[in-house]
T-cell receptor, first 121, second 110 residues
């Protein structure tokens, strides 16, 4: 059974940093692209970032480019999102999602339960 | 980039059929696959349609997807509506650089 478990969310002040983690299990980690998708309170889904199966290709939404960095660790079967210079508009539930294929251009088949990030002073 | 536009809400009675549209603003709808996700209140999204018209295992055949080049749109059709189908539905496609989502459609089954 595919499982994606996010952690690392919390309350953070504007301008500060936060690192999200996603522990993956139930599939061959090295074979698939992975993503972060967020949902602001009461709003729709927004793709944040994606990474290919080997970490060789990454993509970012314009709204986070230059501030967020996605990475993955095959030894730990984990996905990460380093978020710097956080803004109030980054407040959202952050989902980890597995891709159908190996590239980050593939869409999402399984989703985690999400971790909440609140940016406020 | 392109935008995907969905109706804000739709409603229908149990047992009936409902169709949710997703219109692409520029470029051909056939250029990139369209996916559909269901999100029940308080839950994470699940995939109901991928690659325009494919159903993941476990998704009932009451759910179907299609694309229409004449209207440059994709559609999700749910037949034999059940109260458990009440949820938000999002279409999604990849534009060559970003994954784009529609704004979501709230389906009410009453």
């Amino acid at each position: 059974e595919v499982q994606l478990v996010e952690s690392g969310g919390g309350l953070v002040q504007p301008g500060r940093s936060l690192r999200l983690s996603c522990a993956a299990s139930g599939f061959t980690f090295d074979d698939y692209g992975l993503h972060w998708v967020r949902q602001a309170p009461g709003k729709g889904l927004e793709w944040v970032s994606g990474i290919s199966w080997n970490g060789g290709s990454t993509g970012y939404a314009d709204s986070v480019k230059g501030r967020f960095t996605i990475s993955r660790d095959k030894a730990k079967n984990s996905l990460y999102l380093e978020m710097n210079s956080l803004r109030p508009e980054d407040t959202a539930l952050y989902f980890c999602a597995k891709g159908w294929g190996g590239g980050y251009d593939s869409s999402f088949d399984y989703w985690g339960q999400g971790t909440l990030v609140t940016v406020s002073s | 980039n392109f935008m995907l536009t969905q109706p804000h809400s739709v409603s229908e009675s149990p047992g009936k059929t409902v169709t949710i549209s997703c219109t692409r603003s520029s470029g051909s709808i056939a250029s990139n696959y369209v996916q559909w996700y269901q999100q029940r209140p308080g839950s994470s999204p699940t995939t109901v349609i991928y690659e325009d018209d494919q159903r993941p295992s476990g998704v009932p055949d009451r759910f179907s997807g299609s694309i229409d080049s004449s209207s440059n749109s994709a559609s999700l059709t749910i037949s034999g509506l059940k109260t458990e189908d009440e949820a938000d539905y999002y279409c999604q496609s990849y534009d060559g650089r970003n994954h784009m989502f529609g704004g979501g459609t709230k389906l009410t089954v009453l």
